[in-house]
T-cell receptor, first 111, second 115 residues
Framework: RKEVEQDPGPFNVPEGATVAFNCTYSNSASQSFFWYRQDCRKEPKLLMSVYSSGNEDGRFTAQLNRASQYISLLIRDSKLSDSATYLCVVSRMDSSYKLIFGSGTRLLVRP | DTGVSQNPRHKITKRGQNVTFRCDPISEHNRLYWYRQTLGQGPEFLTYFQNEAQLEKSRLLSDRFSAERPKGSFSTLEIQRTEQGDSAMYLC?????????????FGSGTQLSVL
């Protein structure tokens, strides 16, 4: 079993739709949580960190449920430019420098 | 461009040959990482340097792989006697120690194809 699990998708949604991605992690020692975005044939880039209280950045909202070891990302009012792969990422308390990536969820936003 | 720079962008080699990749991190970043990514998968951690010290090496890194960061600046990743299974995107990233949720900056990667 992978340490970080994601639905690979693809999620195919129309512009303007709201879409949510989920991610589960297996190691209870996980301490820090992130969502990275990766465009086709490009490097991953940090989208947002995920805090215990939940956090929002414009159209993007991230939630963390430590009890269920579950992270979510909600995208409102989807844009064509949101089409990408979204990587769920965790790091552990004992090796906080090391990011552990999920396989990613692919999002396609259609006109 | 002051981002993370990797060279070459693409490398095609024959099985059994040695290859070397270079990474130039963001200049003030003291942490440097190598990751490997195959199609449909997320990046997998390979190794990590803090300044010139290699502090962790993944079990994914067989003895054919070696990484160096001689002066705490640029880094090289060498693969000896390449195998077809080594074909992947090799990503370098850097960060600055000291922030709780430190942000990694990735380079564009080196795509290795072993024929």
């Amino acid at each position: 079993r992978k340490e970080v699990e994601q639905d690979p998708g693809p999620f195919n949604v129309p512009e303007g739709a709201t879409v949510a991605f989920n991610c589960t992690y297996s190691n209870s020692a996980s301490q820090s949580f992130f969502w990275y975005r990766q465009d086709c044939r490009k490097e991953p880039k940090l989208l947002m960190s995920v805090y215990s209280s939940g956090n929002e950045d414009g159209r993007f909202t991230a939630q963390l449920n430590r009890a269920s070891q579950y992270i979510s990302l909600l995208i409102r009012d989807s844009k064509l430019s949101d089409s990408a792969t979204y990587l769920c990422v965790v790091s552990r308390m004992d090796s906080s420098y090391k990011l552990i990536f999920g396989s990613g969820t692919r999002l396609l936003v259609r006109p | 461009d002051t981002g993370v720079s990797q060279n070459p962008r693409h490398k095609i080699t024959k099985r059994g040959q040695n290859v070397t990749f270079r990474c130039d991190p963001i200049s003030e970043h003291n942490r440097l990482y190598w990751y490997r990514q195959t199609l449909g998968q997320g990046p997998e951690f390979l190794t990590y340097f803090q300044n010139e010290a290699q502090l962790e090496k993944s079990r994914l890194l067989s003895d054919r792989f070696s990484a160096e960061r001689p002066k705490g600046s640029f880094s090289t990743l060498e693969i000896q006697r390449t195998e077809q299974g080594d074909s992947a995107m090799y990503l370098c990233a850097s960060s600055f120690e000291g922030r709780t949720n430190e942000k990694l900056f990735f380079g564009s990667g080196t795509q290795l194809s072993v024929l």
